[in-house]
């Protein structure tokens, strides 16, 4: 190793007083004795050949004279990272005895390598070293002087099979960063900058390995040889055994040398471990001083996982993670309501994880995300593929019973009820049955089989998700019957719940109200009072508990409060459509007290008033649009979003993605406004109904008031307290 042990002629020209050193620079292109071209540890005779490695390797040797009077030392690790990395960290120590001299030397070596396996090139590689050199020659310089340098290789492994072997080619520019040393006279030297060229072959399975190396030294005529002179060296191994061989070979220095070598595998600790010892004698070589036997010792390990268990270990973790980080990554999607993305995100699971664990629960919640994003055919294909694809999935029910709520929710109440049967049947004992029960509750409810539906419904006990909807219907069933005790029993289990959610909070009102209508109409007002009083102000229900109220305190002839009542619907549900109906209470509050002016202008109020929220309740009707869910747009949009759900998230997909939201969400906010008619068309549809009687209520009541003022007699009779009509239970 030429930029290694070249300092010690170099040093020694420089060092006053000192002989002449037995080394010869030019014949230092590479330590040949501590690693050749084909070992892994070998990156300072040409960097890329550590991506040969395959596993953490260390090795550490000796080279020194019988005498010990000069020697080396060494020590080097490899370590691969992945498929196409390796780093090298290797130490030299070099040091030698002058006779007669006490002076010390110190000269070491730290070099750090790299090299990379071209990718899309997988038998070339290149690579590279950085070295800080140390040294003190006996004093000679003033102290401790620090310089530095770099090489550049390339390998080509052209072939690696059972029938041809092994075979490596490189080539390394050593010393690219040349090092200098400096004079004491003043200036200084570089090491010789050197191409070494190297061929490394093992076949016959792995019998034989033949290496060969030729070294243009002092290229750049910069060093202190005598420039472009060719050093060859080369080795033959015979392995008499697996774990034994013998070698001969020709050293860079000039030596033959003979050697052994045998290596022990899962021994303990390490994977492999080899020792080698080689031999010669200065005496064999007619350019060399003689100073006895050399030897060298060196010992190599390979320890931990190959690089292919590595990756494997690697992907096998990133296959049990993966699936798991992106099923999480899609419930965070759908909890936080972001629907169309947690469509595509269990979507991915679905197609890219298909033996993933939760891959039949990724599905579920797949349908679910296109339920809520109301693209009720993508669901269904998502439902019947889950039940063919999942055969033994315990989710089988519920994607049934989704089915059945689809069937429900599109009023196709038949193949709702046909499902309803083959879950009954199929899965008794499933946690979807009641909830399939429900749903066929309902079914016979809006088909006005009150009893029928009484009968499912009443089999939901308390702790059901779905009980207090269950009771609200069973409750309303009752009252359509005529069995108002069943139905203010129904309604106050609904009122007793601790409700968990705004919905059922809003169920828990509006079952409340249905009590106090039942008490108003018993009469009972002060317990319907007590009912209608319960309702929180932030109740959507609260309106008609205010009215309800106002109602019971005008039966109770407290015109006052009832007043107070009617007047607080109007300053606190400014936009409700019970508005008219308080101007009209009002108007009664006042004409009772005999103040027909005021009681007259509430009644102008409620007929107006009761004709503008008519003619806005038509706007809003023709507003609404046509309903968008059947269009074909929609269905075009569905089909896609599924496609596009269902495959691989590439760059190319993911554009379609991006690209399928404004379409989705221009339909999306048409769909919402006709949704917004839709769920309020019941209390339109009461209003329209009710505006009849109020209309007709304040009119006859005015006309009263006219005949009173006119003196008339005849005619119409002014009502009293007791002709007020009361509130139905609906």
Same mark, same amino acid.
């Given at each position: 190793?030429?930029?290694? *042990? @070249?300092f010690?002629?170099?040093?020694?020209?420089t060092?006053?007083?000192?002989?002449?050193?037995p080394?010869?620079?030019?014949?230092?292109?590479q330590?040949?004795?501590?690693?050749?071209?084909?070992?892994?540890?070998?990156?300072?005779?040409?960097?890329?050949?550590?991506?040969?490695?395959?596993?953490?390797?260390?090795?550490?040797?000796?080279?020194?004279?019988?005498?010990?009077q000069?020697?080396? #030392?060494?020590?080097?690790?490899?370590?691969?990272?992945?498929?196409?990395?390796?780093?090298?960290?290797?130490?030299?120590?070099? &040091?030698?005895?002058i006779?007669?001299?006490?002076?010390?030397?110190?000269?070491?070596?730290?070099?750090?390598?790299?090299?990379?396996?071209?990718p899309?090139?997988?038998?070339?590689?290149?690579?590279?070293?950085?070295?800080?050199?140390?040294?003190?020659?006996?004093?000679?310089?003033?102290?401790?002087?620090?310089?530095?340098?770099?090489?550049?290789?390339?390998?080509?492994? +052209?072939?690696t099979?059972s029938?041809?072997?092994?075979?490596?080619?490189g080539?390394?520019?050593?010393?690219?960063?040349? $090092?200098? *040393?400096?004079?004491?006279?003043?200036?200084?030297?570089?090491?010789?900058?050197?191409?070494?060229?190297?061929?490394?072959?093992?076949?016959?399975n792995?019998k034989?390995?033949?290496?060969?190396?030729?070294?243009?030294?002092d290229?750049?005529?910069q060093?202190?040889g005598?420039?472009n002179?060719?050093?060859?060296?080369?080795r033959?191994?015979y =392995?008499?055994? +697996?774990?034994? &061989?013998?070698?001969?070979?020709?050293?860079k220095?000039g030596?033959?040398?003979?050697?052994?070598?045998a290596?022990?595998?899962?021994?303990?600790?390490?994977?492999?471990?080899q020792?080698?010892?080689?031999?010669?004698h200065?005496?064999?070589?007619?350019?060399n001083?003689?100073?006895?036997f050399?030897?060298?010792?060196?010992?190599?390990?390979?320890? &931990?996982?190959?690089? /292919?268990?590595?990756?494997?270990?690697?992907?096998? %973790?990133?296959?049990?993670?993966?699936?798991?980080?992106?099923?999480?990554?899609?419930?965070?999607?759908?909890?936080a309501?972001?629907?169309?993305?947690?469509?595509?995100?269990?979507?991915?699971?679905t197609?890219?994880?298909?033996?993933?664990?939760?891959?039949?629960?990724?599905a !579920?919640y797949?349908?679910?995300?296109?339920?809520?994003?109301?693209?009720?055919?993508?669901?269904?294909?998502?439902?019947?593929?889950?039940?063919?694809?999942?055969?033994?999935?315990?989710?089988?029910?519920?994607y049934?019973?989704q089915?059945?709520?689809?069937?429900?929710?599109?009023?196709?109440?038949?193949?709702?009820?046909?499902l309803?049967?083959?879950?009954?049947?199929?899965?008794? %004992?499933?946690?979807?049955?009641?909830?399939?029960?429900?749903?066929? &509750?309902?079914?016979k409810?809006?088909?006005k089989?009150?009893?029928?539906? *009484?009968?499912?419904?009443?089999?939901?006990?308390?702790?059901?998700?779905?009980?207090?909807?269950?009771?609200?219907?069973?409750?309303?069933?009752?009252?359509?019957?005529?069995?108002?005790?069943n139905?203010?029993? @129904?309604?106050?289990?609904?009122?007793q719940?601790?409700?968990?959610n705004?919905?059922e909070?809003?169920?828990?009102?509006?079952a409340?109200?249905k009590?106090?209508?039942?008490n108003?109409?018993? $009469?009972?007002?002060?317990?319907?009072?007590?009912?209608?009083?319960?309702?929180?102000?932030?109740?959507?229900?609260?309106?008609?508990?205010?009215?309800?109220?106002?109602?019971?305190?005008?039966?109770?002839?407290?015109?006052?409060?009832?007043?107070d009542?009617? %007047?607080?619907?109007?300053?606190?549900? +400014?936009?409700s459509?019970?508005?008219?109906?308080a101007?009209?209470?009002l108007?009664y509050?006042?004409?009772?007290?005999?103040?027909f002016?005021a009681a007259?202008?509430?009644?102008?109020?409620?007929?107006d008033?009761?004709?503008?929220? @008519?003619?806005?309740?038509?706007?809003l009707?023709?507003?609404?649009?046509?309903?968008?869910?059947?269009?074909?747009? !929609?269905?075009?949009?569905?089909?896609?979003?599924?496609?596009l759900?269902?495959?691989?998230?590439?760059e190319?997909?993911?554009e379609?993605?991006?690209?399928?939201?404004?379409? =989705?969400?221009?339909?999306?906010?048409?769909?919402?406004?006709?949704?917004?008619?839709?769920?309020?068309? #019941?209390?339109? /549809?009461?209003?329209?109904?009710?505006?009849?009687?109020?209309v007709?209520?304040?009119?006859?009541?005015?006309?009263? *008031?006219?005949?009173?003022?006119?003196?008339?007699?005849?005619?119409?009779?002014?009502?009293?307290?007791?002709?007020?009509?009361?509130l /139905?239970?609906?």
């Amino acid at each position: 190793m030429n930029y290694r *042990i @070249a300092f010690l002629p170099i040093l020694a020209c420089t060092a006053i007083g000192f002989g002449q050193m037995p080394y010869k620079p030019n014949a230092y292109q590479q330590n040949d004795w501590f690693a050749e071209y084909g070992e892994n540890i070998a990156a300072y005779v040409n960097p890329a050949s550590i991506a040969e490695a395959d596993q953490i390797e260390v090795s550490a040797a000796a080279y020194t004279t019988l005498s010990g009077q000069a020697g080396q #030392e060494f020590i080097s690790a490899v370590h691969p990272f992945g498929y196409n990395h390796t780093v090298n960290i290797t130490y030299f120590e070099n &040091g030698s005895q002058i006779d007669g001299s006490n002076a010390s030397y110190l000269e070491n070596a730290y070099s750090l390598g790299y090299a990379l396996r071209i990718p899309s090139l997988h038998k070339l590689a290149v690579g590279a070293n950085f070295t800080v050199f140390q040294y003190d020659p006996f004093g000679a310089l003033g102290g401790i002087q620090y310089s530095f340098g770099g090489d550049l290789g390339l390998t080509y492994n +052209p072939f690696t099979t059972s029938r041809y072997g092994k075979l490596l080619l490189g080539v390394a520019v050593q010393n690219v960063l040349q $090092p200098k *040393i400096k004079r004491v006279s003043g200036g200084s030297d570089a090491i010789p900058r050197n191409i070494n060229t190297s061929l490394f072959w093992c076949g016959f399975n792995r019998k034989l390995e033949l290496a060969a190396s030729a070294s243009v030294v002092d290229i750049s005529h910069q060093g202190s040889g005598k420039g472009n002179q060719v050093v060859p060296s080369g080795r033959v191994t015979y =392995y008499v055994a +697996p774990w034994a &061989g013998v070698k001969v070979k020709y050293s860079k220095e000039g030596y033959p040398v003979i050697g052994l070598t045998a290596n022990v595998q899962r021994f303990n600790l390490f994977r492999y471990l080899q020792l080698d010892v080689d031999m010669s004698h200065d005496a064999l070589s007619a350019n060399n001083e003689e100073r006895g036997f050399i030897w060298n010792v060196r010992a190599t390990t390979r320890l &931990g996982p190959t690089r /292919e268990e590595r990756i494997g270990d690697a992907r096998y %973790e990133r296959l049990k993670t993966e699936p798991e980080e992106a099923y999480r990554e899609a419930m965070r999607l759908y909890l936080a309501r972001k629907f169309l993305p947690a469509a595509y995100a269990f979507g991915k699971v679905t197609s890219k994880y298909p033996t993933f664990h939760l891959v039949d629960q990724a599905a !579920f919640y797949k349908g679910k995300v296109f339920e809520n994003l109301r693209m009720n055919q993508a669901a269904r294909d998502v439902y019947d593929e889950a039940l063919r694809k999942y055969t033994d999935s315990e989710l089988r029910p519920k994607y049934m019973f989704q089915l059945m709520n689809l069937n429900y929710k599109e009023g196709k109440f038949e193949e709702a009820s046909r499902l309803h049967e083959q879950i009954v049947n199929l899965y008794p %004992e499933s946690d979807v049955k009641s909830d399939a029960d429900y749903i066929r &509750g309902q079914i016979k409810y809006a088909k006005k089989d009150y009893t029928g539906a *009484i009968t499912l419904l009443s089999s939901i006990t308390s702790g059901n998700a779905n009980y207090a909807y269950a009771r609200y219907t069973m409750g309303v069933s009752y009252a359509n019957l005529g069995k108002m005790t069943n139905a203010e029993a @129904a309604f106050g289990d609904v009122a007793q719940i601790k409700p968990s959610n705004a919905s059922e909070q809003e169920m828990k009102d509006v079952a409340t109200v249905k009590l106090g209508h039942i008490n108003f109409g018993k $009469p009972q007002l002060k317990k319907a009072a007590e009912y209608y009083a319960s309702v929180s102000a932030n109740s959507p229900k609260y309106d008609e508990a205010l009215l309800g109220l106002a109602w019971a305190f005008l039966k109770e002839k407290d015109f006052k409060h009832g007043a107070d009542y009617a %007047e607080a619907i109007i300053t606190k549900a +400014p936009n409700s459509l019970l508005i008219p109906e308080a101007h009209l209470l009002l108007g009664y509050s006042a004409y009772f007290q005999k103040n027909f002016d005021a009681a007259t202008a509430e009644f102008d109020k409620a007929v107006d008033l009761s004709d503008k929220k @008519a003619a806005s309740i038509g706007m809003l009707k023709q507003q609404r649009g046509a309903d968008v869910l059947t269009s074909s747009e !929609f269905a075009a949009v569905q089909k896609e979003a599924l496609e596009l759900a269902n495959q691989l998230p590439t760059e190319h997909v993911v554009e379609k993605q991006n690209k399928l939201r404004p379409r =989705y969400d221009a339909l999306s906010a048409k769909i919402e406004k006709y949704f917004d008619y839709q769920r309020d068309s #019941e209390r339109y /549809e009461k209003f329209l109904q009710d505006r009849n009687r109020v209309v007709k209520d304040a009119k006859f009541t005015k006309a009263t *008031i006219g005949n009173i003022k006119a003196g008339s007699g005849g005619g119409n009779r002014p009502p009293s307290s007791q002709d007020l009509k009361g509130l /139905e239970v609906q």
